[in-house]
């Protein structure tokens, strides 16, 4: 394994690409950039941009392209994400953000984007049982017994279902995802730096996949 790399990992929300990104950066050692942990921070921070962004959220929007696109412009001209690389989770969701990342990105290009593809009826089952800590993001899967209040076993922070995990919400994240971001398969695809991946199997199963893909990718030749 060569440590650093510049990758995009993309996928209906509820493919599980949160936990797979957490793996990934440790595995290749880069930073987790996740825009929608930037923008729930931001929410929490009350900011003019928390403000915004906390009604888009709510209602299973989506940010404008020109806020997102500024944010990680900033984000990945950080010392980290330049000399190591990234794993971008949740960037780019449109095919306008896309062609701005070629830009931003232009002098050290992606490596390899991987597309986690699960079935729109599975993410649902799994998006509605999904229960995150508020404090640490840890993800939680809700079942049978309801805890009241359900503390975090990694930080003690309280266990909730997400305010845009409605399943109102949840279907209009969906359907924005196949009008808006599932371009971006055919997008990357032409330039010849898509990977696909089934991700559908446990946890471990999808890990190695993507690690594989990635490494394949890299190999020199
Ligand atoms: P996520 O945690 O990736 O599911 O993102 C949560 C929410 O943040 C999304 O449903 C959008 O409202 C917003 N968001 C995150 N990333 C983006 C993006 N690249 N473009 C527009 N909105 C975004």
């Known amino acids: 394994m060569i440590p650093g790399a510049r990758l995009i990992l993309l996928g209906r929300q509820g493919a599980g690409k949160g936990t ?12 987790h950039i996740s825009t929608g942990d930037i923008l729930r921070a931001a929410v929490r ?12 959220m709510d209602a299973g929007g989506l940010v404008g392209d020109e806020i997102m696109v ?26 306008g953000q896309a062609v701005a990342l070629d830009e931003i990105t232009a002098s050290r290009p992606i490596d390899v984007v991987l597309d986690l593809d699960v079935p729109r009826l599975l993410v649902l089952e799994r998006i509605t049982a999904r229960r995150v800590c508020r404090d640490c993001g840890t993800n939680y899967v809700a079942d049978h017994h309801e805890r009241s209040p359900w503390i975090c076993e990694v930080c003690g922070g309280e266990v909730m279902q997400r305010d845009d995990d409605t399943t109102e919400a949840i279907n209009c994240r969906l359907d ?30 999808v890990f190695v996949r993507l690690i594989t893909a990635v490494d394949d990718a890299r190999r020199p030749g």
């Open 70 to 95: 500024g944010l990680v412009k900033e984000r990945l001209n950080r010392d980290d994400a330049r000399t190591r690389g990234y794993i971008l989770d949740g960037f780019p969701r449109t095919v």
């Open 176 to 205: 924005l995802y196949e009008e808006q971001t599932s371009p971006l398969i055919e997008f990357y695809g032409r330039h010849g730096r898509l990977a696909v991946i089934d991700g559908v199997g446990s946890p471990d199963d």
């Open 45 to 56: 921070e009350r900011t003019e941009l928390g403000a915004i962004a906390k009604r888009v």
């Open 20 to 31: 797979q990104c957490v793996r990934i950066s440790r595995h290749f050692v880069v930073p």
